[in-house]
């Protein structure tokens, strides 16, 4: 069964940083691209950044763009997301997900999100 | 950037069919997907590539792609169904998710 597992967030003043780790499973990690997606209080889905399966490919939101990096160590089965800079409107739910196999997209699989406040 | 509309509500009475729009620049040219988001639960994606469904979702989902709409389609309506509906499309190696729609069961 695929898990996701997403941990790391929490509360944090605005110009700081948090990292978010999404912990995988049930599936070959390296051989997926992943993805990060967000959603503010009461808001709608944002996509933020996807990773190729071996890191050297990365894209990103222009919202988050020179703020966040998004990493993965494969032989921890692991996703990160570094998250700099953060003002309030970076207040969301984060999601870490996959597509679905032999899919061209559509993320089939889900974590349950971290939580991430900027507030001082 | 590219961009996505969607309405904002749409409201059905139970066993009717709701049709959702999401619109955008040559969206037909793309693949579409849809996701269902219930309040507090992570989204659950029920149309990928246009019109498949994955495994587990019920038949009485199904999509469609052409021009510069995609459309999801729900027949009989179930009270289960109420939630929001995002669709999704990638562009320039980027994805983009619309607005949502808020499903109302009547």
């Known amino acids: 069964e695929v898990q996701l597992v997403e941990s790391g967030g929490g509360l944090v003043q605005p110009g700081g940083s948090l990292r978010l780790s999404c912990a995988a499973s049930?599936?070959?990690?390296?051989?997926?691209?992943m993805h990060w997606v967000r959603q503010a209080p009461g808001k709608g889905l944002v996509w933020v950044s996807r990773?190729?399966?071996?890191?050297?490919?990365?894209y990103y939101a222009d919202s988050v763009k020179g703020r966040f990096t998004i990493s993965r160590d494969n032989a921890k089965n692991t996703l990160y997301l570094q998250m700099n800079s953060l003002s309030a409107d970076d207040t969301a739910v984060y999601y870490c997900?996959?597509?679905?196999?032999?899919?061209?997209?559509?993320?089939?699989?889900w974590g349950q999100g971290a939580l991430v406040t900027v507030s001082s | 950037s590219y961009e996505l509309t969607q309405p904002p509500s749409v409201s059905v009475s139970p066993g009717q069919t709701a049709s959702i729009t999401c619109s955008g620049d040559?969206?037909?040219?793309?693949?579409a997907c849809w996701y269902q988001q219930k309040p507090g639960q992570s989204p659950v994606l029920v149309i990928y590539?246009?019109?498949k469904r994955p495994s587990g979702i019920p038949e009485r989902f199904s999509g469609s792609n052409s021009g510069n709409t995609a459309t999801l389609t729900i027949s009989g309506t179930q009270a289960m169904d109420e939630a929001d509906y995002y669709c999704?499309?990638?562009?320039?190696?980027?994805?983009?998710f619309g607005p949502g729609t808020k499903v109302t069961v009547l």
């Open positions: 997900a996959r597509i679905g196999d032999g899919y061209t997209s559509g993320l089939a699989y």
């Open positions: 049930g599936f070959t990690f390296s051989s997926y691209w």
């Open positions: 990773l190729k399966t071996d890191g050297s490919g990365t």
């Open positions: 040559k969206l037909g040219d793309k693949h």
């Open positions: 590539e246009d019109s």
């Open positions: 999704q499309a990638w562009d320039s190696s980027t994805y983009v």
